[in-house]
């Protein structure tokens, strides 16, 4: 079920990978970024504070609020990829 065994092209054009400080994740993020880099996808990645499992739960029921920061960052990707 490991997203990496789905990277190969053709897949999206590109990708933003968020994480916070979760040793795990930022594993999984890099990796599944270079697999997808690989097949030719450009890939961004956005690191954010905070820590462990209470760091990710945060980014996800964050993210959306404009005071976060990483909402910036997915609005500003998002302006980036559609302006093409």
């Known amino acids: 079920m490991s ?3 789905h990277a190969a092209a053709p897949n999206a054009l590109a990708f933003l990978m968020l994480h916070v400080q979760r040793p795990d994740g930022v594993r999984q993020a890099k990796a599944l ?3 997808l880099e690989g ?3 450009k890939v961004e990645h956005g690191s954010f504070p905070g820590q ?3 760091g990710h739960a945060e980014i996800n029921r964050r993210l959306g609020d404009p ?3 990483p909402t910036a960052a997915v609005d500003a990707w998002l302006k ?3 302006a093409r």
């Open 3 to 5: 997203p990496t065994r």
């Open 67 to 69: 005071s976060y920061a």
């Open 52 to 54: 462990g499992l209470q």
């Open 33 to 35: 970024g270079a697999a």
């Open 80 to 82: 980036r990829v559609f």
């Open 39 to 41: 097949s030719g996808s």
